[in-house]
């Protein structure tokens, strides 16, 4: 059974930084690719970055690119999202998800997480 658990959440002011942390279990993380997603209250879920298994690729929301970071930490079973100058419309609830399939740069996911809320007040 996978289980992602997100943490680093919260209340900022916009130009504030804040960092997100996925732990994850339940099979070898080292893998799978995994990805940071967003629900704003009304709209759909989107993705908002992505690494491959192994680490070598990430990709990003245009709306995010140049202020958010992801990465990973294999030994730790761990995914980060690193998000600077953050604005107003960052605000939502932020999903950590994991591949549905190992060792592949496209995938969908398979898992996810609970979610954590992160509000940029302007």
């Known amino acids: 059974q996978v289980q992602l658990v997100e943490s680093g959440g919260g209340l900022v002011q916009a130009g504030g930084s804040l960092r997100l942390s996925c732990a994850a279990s339940g099979r070898t993380f080292s893998y799978y690719g995994m990805g940071w997603f967003r629900q704003a209250t009304g709209k759909g879920r989107e993705s908002v970055a992505k690494?491959?298994?192994?680490?070598?690729?990430?990709n990003y929301a245009d709306s995010v690119k140049g202020r958010f970071t992801i990465s990973r930490d294999n030994a730790k079973n761990t995914v980060y999202l690193q998000m600077n100058s953050l604005k107003p419309e960052d605000t939502a609830v932020y999903y950590c998800?994991?591949?549905?399939?190992?060792?592949?740069?496209?995938?969908?996911?398979?898992?996810w997480g609970q979610g954590t809320q992160v509000t940029v007040s302007s």
């Open positions: 690494i491959t298994w192994n680490g070598g690729d990430t």
């Open positions: 998800a994991a591949a549905n399939r190992r060792f592949t740069s496209t995938w969908t996911p398979g898992y």
